[in-house]
């Protein structure tokens, strides 16, 4: 892009999960855990088919849904029994909070943006509780001017509502401003929507995604700074 002042980026907001930490990774890990913690109770069930029964379940009835394992339980031997329920949501969540993980180069990029004079947000269609938890898990909380989730707007990507109280928040304009995410059709699209740039996290795609639409595809989260500084025509 031609360098103009009217066109520097003063603030980069994020989307949560599979561009700041590896969300599915971690997912995948713990459903795991949860079955052989469940096996080890005495359930007499299939790994594999289990993992993918569950997932499956995910995809479903989504992937913040606390209910998942009892649903699982239901449909695998006709009613929640407790012991194996407990055996698997105790793994889940030791193994949830061994595997929540940020990207590598994450904390260095937010302290690089920072130094750069960038204000910093959030927007994630998780529900409030379980984005901050992750925040404060990935000690993230105080990079961020500004965190806007479902339970904020009341409305998912790509509505332009989540994306306009962030930048609201934030006291900027869309045209200052930089999403980053890894869905094209959520995160790209609704930035798009109101004029803010653009850049797609290939490194957490889990689509395949081959034409991103976004103004830039990234890699590595640290290439933002590249992009910012010459964007801003900062040397």
């Not at 599979?18 to 007499?44: P, Y």
């Not at 790994?47 to 913040?64: A, C, H």
């Not at 740039?197 to 595809?217: E, H």
Request: cysteine-free; charged content about 30%.
């Amino acid at each position: 892009m031609r360098f103009d002042k009217e066109n520097l980026i003063k603030g980069v907001v994020f989307d949560l999960d599979n561009t700041l930490l590896d969300f599915m990774k971690m997912k995948q890990v713990a459903v795991r855990s949860a079955i052989r913690g469940m096996i080890e109770a005495g359930l007499g069930i299939d790994e594999d088919k289990s993992f993918d029964n569950i997932i499956s379940l995910y995809e479903k009835i989504g992937w913040e849904n606390q209910k998942v394992f009892d649903v699982f339980l239901e449909n695998s031997i006709g009613h929640v029994d407790n012991k194996f329920l407990a055996a698997g949501v105790v793994a889940y969540r030791r193994a949830r909070e061994a595997n929540l993980l940020a990207y590598p180069n994450v904390n260095k990029t937010l302290i690089d943006l920072t130094k750069l004079g960038m204000k910093l947000a959030v927007v994630s269609d998780a529900p409030s509780r379980e984005a901050w938890m992750r925040i404060y898990y990935l000690n993230l909380y105080h990079f961020f001017d500004a965190v806007v989730t479902f339970d904020d707007s009341g409305e998912r990507k790509p509505s332009s509502v989540p994306f306009e109280m962030a930048l609201k928040k934030l006291g900027l304009g869309p045209e200052s401003s930089l999403m980053i995410g890894d869905w094209p059709e959520r995160d790209v699209v609704g930035a798009k929507k109101i004029g803010m740039k653009t850049a797609f996290a290939v490194y957490g795609d889990t689509f395949g995604t081959k034409n991103s639409g976004a103004d830039w595809d990234v890699e590595d989260i640290s290439e933002l700074v590249t992009i910012i500084k010459k964007n801003n025509n900062i040397e």
